[in-house]
C-alpha cells in the first residue's frame, strides 16, 4: 500500500492562501506569489503542457512529485470555491479546463452528491460525501501500490493530521508574509510526532520534508 502524502507552498508566517478570495483570485490577495516559484520550473511547465522552464534544486524536487500520486484527495473549496449546491456553483467543473494536470483519479470531499465527471489525460473527478475515510479508501483502491495526495485545502490537511492517517508532507516556505489568510496548521491539538526529513535550500524557497511518526 502507498503512503499518503500531502505538498503544499506556504508564507514565511504559515499562509497557504491569502484573504478575500473570489473567483478572480481563488487564492486570495497576493496568494498566487506563494506558487511563483514552482510555475517558473521546467517540470512543472512540462506537465501543464509547457515547454522551456528553469533546472536546477528546486526543479529536481518538483520532479519527485510529479507523477507520484496514483489517486488525489481534495476539499470541494479546492476544487471549486463552492460550498452548495453544484447547481449554484460558477466553477462546478472545477479550475483547471478539459485536461487537468492531475493525470489520475481526483476524489473531492463534500455534502453534495453528484456523479462523477471523466476528463482528458487519466483525470476522473469523484464525489465522495461520507468523510475523509471514505475518500481515503476509494483513493488508495484506486491508486493501487501508488501513492495517494492529500491536494488541499489547509482544512483538509488538518482533519487527516489529526486523525493520523498521514504518512509525511513536504511544505515549501516561501520568503514572504501575507499578514493573514488561511493558516496551514491551525486546529491540530498540539501535535508534535514528527521527524524532520530533509532540508533542501534555493534562493525562492525553502522545501522542508517531515514524516508523521503516530
Known amino acids: 500500500m502507498g503512503k ?8 514565511l508566517d504559515g499562509f497557504v492562501a491569502g484573504p478575500n478570495p473570489t473567483l478572480e483570485e481563488p487564492l486570495g490577495e497576493r496568494g498566487e506569489e506563494l506558487h511563483e ?9 512540462a ?10 534544486a528546486d526543479d529536481e524536487v518538483m520532479k519527485e512529485i510529479t507523477g507520484r500520486a496514483g489517486a488525489v484527495v481534495m476539499g470541494r473549496r479546492m476544487f471549486s470555491n463552492g460550498a452548495g449546491p453544484w447547481e449554484d456553483d ?5 479550475w483547471w479546463g478539459d485536461d487537468p494536470p492531475f493525470r489520475a483519479p481526483v476524489f473531492i470531499l463534500t455534502h453534495h452528491p453528484r456523479e462523477p465527471v471523466e476528463k482528458q489525460g487519466g483525470t476522473t473527478y469523484n464525489f465522495v460525501t461520507d468523510g475523509i475515510e471514505s475518500a481515503l479508501e476509494q483513493a488508495r483502491a484506486a491508486a493501487g501500490d501508488r501513492d495517494v495526495q492529500v491536494a488541499g485545502g489547509a482544512d483538509v490537511v ?3 493530521l489529526n486523525a493520523g492517517l498521514l504518512d509525511e508532507f513536504q511544505v515549501h516556505v516561501v ?3 501575507l499578514g493573514s489568510g488561511v493558516r496551514l496548521f491551525d486546529d491540530l491539538g498540539g501535535r508534535s510526532d514528527l521527524e524532520l526529513a530533509r532540508v533542501v535550500d534555493s534562493p525562492a524557497v525553502t522545501h ?3 514524516r508523521v511518526m503516530g
Open 4 to 11: 499518503l502524502f500531502f505538498d503544499i507552498s506556504m508564507s
Open 37 to 45: 516559484w514552482v510555475t517558473r520550473l521546467a517540470s512543472w511547465r
Open 47 to 56: 506537465q501543464h503542457g509547457l515547454s522551456g522552464g528553469d533546472t536546477g
Open 90 to 94: 460558477p466553477k462546478a467543473d472545477g
Open 158 to 160: 488538518q482533519q487527516y
Open 175 to 177: 520568503p514572504i508574509f
Open 208 to 210: 522542508l520534508s517531515y
